[in-house]
């Protein structure tokens, strides 16, 4: 099976490599210790994965994927990465299996596709999902994992390429606590705010929960720097005076400082962004509650897509506030 998901956009990353320096802790010995060398299958290895996975290998496991179309980058077959031909066989060669995948159906073909995850899996497996996909079709496949004996965990993340690159993302499982605990040296080698919310599925909702607020701040953000570029006033120095104040947010500091210098290089697309939007809106739907500023962003990043900006940052959202206004930021 070729699996013809969107894994690499082909842009080159420069890794941060992990290392540990000279007077690591005895907290670090021992996670090292939990963390026994193991080989483990990924499969989504793109902007994100890539770098997910070269924290593994630089920690000392295998890492195994399934052939794709698009090849993985050259660093990590440098680095020891190893091939089979389906996720079926991947899982019957590891006990542990990652994904990083773009949507939910990508994620339902990997797992039940033909030649599948879920063909290889038996009792003592682990799945992870990382990927950031449907909180309701989470729990469905978590449902259909457990039923092979095998263990689930769902774990999107949070800190975007950055994040990944340095090891800093967070993650936000849903699971039991024996799966988490099995899965937590791993997400150590990834991430720093680690936290186990719930049962499968929780992990997904939590990060509909961060998208909510994330692109609401970002449209609160573009809102502000439009007007007050447009009044007149330097939006830099207004940026700079809002950083200290009660205003203050990360998203002020960083997506800010894009609107203004005009730098929509992806690190999360817009067309993600409303992806994640989407879950959102249906999850509203189907729990029968509003969400109208979720809905009215979502229709400033239709805008944008609209207009051809979907592949930028979703910082860009502003554009579609100056289209309105006639008036860019800077």
């Not at 697309?269 to 989407?278: A, E, F, G, T, V």
């Amino acid at each position: 099976m070729r699996i013809q998901a969107a894994y690499d956009d082909g842009r080159r990353v420069e890794l941060v490599r992990r290392r540990t320096p000279a007077n690591a802790t005895g907290r670090h010995h021992q996670d090292q210790e939990l963390s026994q060398m193991a080989t483990i299958g990924f499969i989504g290895l793109g902007i994100m994965g890539t770098p997910m996975a070269r924290h593994l290998q630089d920690a000392g496991h295998k890492i195994i994927t399934s052939k794709f179309a698009i090849p993985p980058r050259q660093e990590l077959i440098d680095n020891g990465l190893e091939f089979v031909e389906t996720p079926e066989a991947l899982a019957q060669a590891t006990d542990t299996i990652i994904l990083m995948l773009p949507d939910t159906p990508e994620v339902k073909d990997v797992l039940f596709g033909e030649n599948g995850v879920v063909n290889g899996l038996g009792k003592g497996k682990l799945v992870i999902d990382m990927s950031s996909i449907s909180p309701i079709e989470t729990r469905a496949f978590a449902h259909k994992v457990r039923t092979t004996g095998a263990e689930y965990v769902d774990a999107p993340v949070s800190g975007g390429e950055v994040g990944a690159l340095n090891a800093t993302l967070s993650i936000m499982a849903g699971g039991t606590q024996g799966s988490f605990d099995r899965a937590l040296p791993l997400f150590k080698l990834m991430g720093k705010n680690i936290t186990l919310v719930g049962d499968c599925g929780d992990g997904q909702v939590t990060k509909v929960a961060n998208q909510i607020i994330v692109a609401l701040t970002i449209e609160a953000v573009s809102e502000a720097l439009v007007f007050a570029s447009k009044a007149g006033a330097d939006p830099a120095r207004v940026r700079e005076a809002l950083m200290g104040g009660f205003a203050s947010s990360r998203i002020l500091e960083v997506h800010g400082e894009r609107m203004i210098k005009r730098t929509f290089d992806p690190g999360f697309r817009i067309s993600l962004h409303q992806k994640d939007l989407n879950l959102a809106l249906q999850g509203a739907k189907s729990l029968g509650i509003s969400l109208p500023n979720t809905a009215s962003t979502q229709e400033l990043f239709n805008v944008c897509a609209a207009n051809g900006d979907g592949g930028l940052d979703h910082s860009g959202l502003v554009r579609a506030l100056e289209r309105m206004a006639n008036h860019d930021v800077a």
